[in-house]
């Protein structure tokens, strides 16, 4: 498995962000819960759990309704707005009520095999807060908070703990989340979502998305743990970023709730405009894997008009060095002979040391240069190229280009964008004016990271500015080319 916080192990070579997290500090999530290294209210494994507020049955019970009065002297929850998700069907999650945390938990069995152990316990009142998480309650009060729903799931002997706060207001969830963040934390794919490595032995997630606020806690700390943790994560932003789809329905289709491919009208949230259902469900196809993709696109320098694009595809590589990156390159691609190109690696080193998205070696000269990358996180060539003098330099790998159609103006989570981490790499040694972040913008906005997210992540972007050309700059032949990298975490 790569570790998600690879998504922050940034490369300092033209870098740049699309959108940025917050990591500002000001007092540990868990103050005053029974256990600090914990979710408020939740103690980790082998703690007390802390008590107060209403508990339900587990999803497949009945739930509370909007117009209950919820919890001992709760408030009455009542009915807002109904949010229409993918499939039309009406959803809760409109609701101003708190029986709409209910639709966010996920059902058993539908991440992997955890199941809901103990009930959800239901809040809706502050002396249910007091009783459940005491010291702990007066931050989230201070901020608006409305409810929360607590749970824990399993799996053998690992468990998860789940808090979901309704904190009435978007401003109000972005405030809590911003006074909560861990001194140190990585990004996971989501909406302003992260993890928080600093505990001992267990990891803490967080996350908001519009008036939500999310905490998670896993009670071990591996490489499968980081894995489950995300997975939980992801599914319950699908879940309010969709509309929360009934508890206990399946997701359509096989679909992780992403996208809709067989949806034709563009408003549904977090749908796929009808122009580009079918590029969607075409891509889908051809990448869906266990394991990790590059969508390797090239653009015309002057128009930024896709002129062809290919997907490379493998299971994630157990070990990537500068040295097996290096051997992979030259094994791929026959570089010209007699012009000091090869091995293409024996030149400048484009990367961190190890980089998290591709390793990029330029090896430019007097007469020839050559750019090869290969993806850090399958150990697969994505692009080699080389550059001359007087003349135009010609793209090695890949060897065939798909022309059809990539969509433009896909609808996507407003979220999306600020997952995505881009870096660039101006190989016309600073003679152009580089356009990098309007090139990368145009890939994203097309059907593959939809596509990629409708089974998997998306994680980041590496754009070259490939000028085919030593010397003067000449725009006429000169391209960029975006690797976009996606992938599902084993």
Not at 58 to 83: E, I, K, M, N, R
Not at 247 to 273: F, L, M, Q
Not at 354 to 382: N, Q
Not at 452 to 466: H, K, N, P, T
Request: hydrophobic share 35%.
């Amino acid at each position: 498995m790569k570790e998600a916080h690879s998504l922050l192990s940034l490369l300092p070579i033209g870098y740049f962000v699309l959108a940025s997290l917050g990591c500002t500090k000001t007092d540990a999530l868990g103050a005053g819960g029974n256990d600090d290294s914990g979710v408020d209210g939740i103690a980790p494994s082998g703690g007390s759990t802390g008590t107060g507020g209403t508990t339900v049955p587990a999803l497949g019970g009945t739930p509370l309704t909007g117009g209950t009065t919820a919890g001992s002297g709760g408030s009455t929850a009542t009915v807002g707005t109904t949010a229409t998700p993918l499939g039309g069907t009406p959803s809760t999650c409109g609701m101003t009520g708190s029986s709409s945390l209910l639709d966010m938990l996920p059902p058993d069995n539908e991440v992997d095999t955890w199941v809901q152990t103990g009930g959800v316990s239901l809040i809706t009142d502050q002396t249910g807060l007091y009783s459940r998480i005491d010291g702990g309650a007066p931050k989230y009060i201070d901020r608006g908070w409305v409810s929360s729903a607590y749970v824990n799931y399993s799996q053998g002997s690992r468990t998860i703990q789940v808090a979901i706060h309704d904190m009435g207001t978007v401003a109000n969830a972005q405030a809590i989340y911003n006074y909560a963040l861990p001194a140190k934390s990585f990004a996971i794919p989501g909406p302003n979502a992260v993890v928080d490595p600093g505990l001992a032995s267990a990891y803490a997630a967080y996350a908001y998305l519009d008036r939500f606020y999310i905490e998670l806690n896993i009670s071990e700390k591996d490489d499968a743990a980081l894995t489950s943790i995300e997975l939980f994560m992801k599914d319950i932003l699908d879940r309010i970023s969709n509309g929360c789809p009934d508890a206990g329905s399946a997701p359509d289709s096989g679909s992780d709730g992403n996208v809709s491919t067989g949806g034709t009208d563009g408003a549904e949230t977090g749908g796929v405009s009808g122009d580009c259902s079918a590029i969607v469900s075409d891509i889908v196809k051809q990448t869906q894997i266990i394991g990790t993709c590059t969508a390797v696109v090239r653009l015309d320098y002057a128009s930024l008009r896709i002129l062809g694009h290919k997907f490379i595809c493998g299971k994630y590589a157990q070990t990537t060095t500068e040295t097996s990156a290096c051997d992979t390159a030259n094994a791929d691609v026959t570089f010209p002979s007699g012009v000091g190109l090869s091995p293409i690696c024996g030149g400048t080193p484009t990367y961190a040391s190890p980089p998290t998205d591709e390793w990029l070696f330029s090896k430019p000269s007097s007469d020839f240069g050559g750019i090869a990358a290969v993806s850090a996180r399958s150990g697969l060539t994505v692009f080699a190229g080389t550059t001359y003098w007087a003349g135009t330099g010609e793209i090695l790998f890949p060897s065939a280009w798909d022309t059809s159609d990539l969509g433009s103006g896909c609808s996507r989570p407003d979220w999306l964008d600020a997952t995505i981490r881009v870096r660039s790499l101006d190989l016309s040694e600073g003679q152009a004016t580089a356009q990098m972040t309007q090139a990368a913008a145009v890939v994203i906005a097309t059907a593959i990271p939809p596509a990629f997210e409708y089974w998997g992540y998306v994680f980041d972007a590496v754009v070259l500015l490939y000028p085919r050309t030593i010397g003067a700059f000449d725009p006429s032949k000169a391209e960029y080319i975006v690797l976009l990298n996606g992938g599902w975490l084993e």
